[in-house]
């Protein structure tokens, strides 16, 4: 089965600083899935990402993948209060796209100002 | 839109007692997922559908947990009975079909005592 496996597992950052979080995984990625949740909410999307050596940005916000495909990196640069939430990758268990998602445990990003 | 709807946000049963989540999506959306969090196993996809028809269930845990979609318009998660270890939080979630991303709704946080 697809293992995705996140770090840090928690990360608390200065406001205005720069940051990553990791998401490998055991085999080959046919899709990753970066989401956003903040607590007591859903997750909500960020990016999408299918080519090895791809490259989105939204905002602040970076994500990669990794030219095997089996590593991805969210990186956020100069962190605020409103990045703070936590960061779940997520990846196809089928070639054929997101109809099933496995994801990692999440990464709980902490911005103090 | 108003996006992904789920009744009620918080339930809290007896063990034993049947309980009944319900969700609307996004209207449009052709294909409607379930996930459970708990602190433990992370987020797992239970269920899912596409035109309403049960693609995928193999993430039920088990008979107690039934899915139905009756129309393009509402699906229901059943516990029956339920069991303390059954506490989390479910998550519904829909899009279009073939799925990239998905939109989450607000989720509903089960208790089982």
């Known amino acids: 089965s697809q293992e995705l496996e996140q770090s840090p597992q928690s990360l608390i950052v200065q406001e205005g600083k720069n940051l990553t979080i990791n998401c490998t995984s055991s085999?080959?990625?046919?899709?990753l899935y970066w989401y956003k949740q903040k607590y007591g909410e859903g997750l909500i999307f960020l990016m999408m990402l299918q080519k090895g050596g791809e490259e989105k940005s939204h905002e602040k916000i970076t994500a990669k993948l990794d030219e095997k495909k089996q590593q991805s990196s969210l990186h956020i640069t100069a962190s605020q209060p409103s990045h703070a939430g936590i960061y779940l990758c997520g990846a196809d268990k089928n070639i054929q796209g997101a109809q099933k998602l496995v994801f990692g445990q999440g990464t709980r990003l902490t911005i103090n100002p | 839109d108003a996006g992904v709807i789920q009744s009620p946000r918080h339930e809290v049963t007896e063990m034993g007692q049947e309980v009944t989540l319900r969700c609307k999506p996004i209207s449009g959306h052709n294909s409607l997922f379930w996930y459970r969090q708990t602190m433990m196993r992370g987020l797992e996809l239970l269920i899912y559908f596409n035109n309403n028809v049960p693609i995928d269930d193999s993430g039920m845990p088990e008979d107690r947990f039934s899915a139905k979609m009756p129309n393009a318009s509402f699906s229901t998660l059943k516990i029956q009975p339920s069991e303390p270890r059954d506490s989390a939080v479910y998550f519904c979630a829909s899009s279009f079909w073939p799925p990239v991303e998905q939109y989450f709704g607000p989720g509903t946080r089960l208790t089982v005592t």
């Open positions: 085999k080959t990625l046919y899709g």
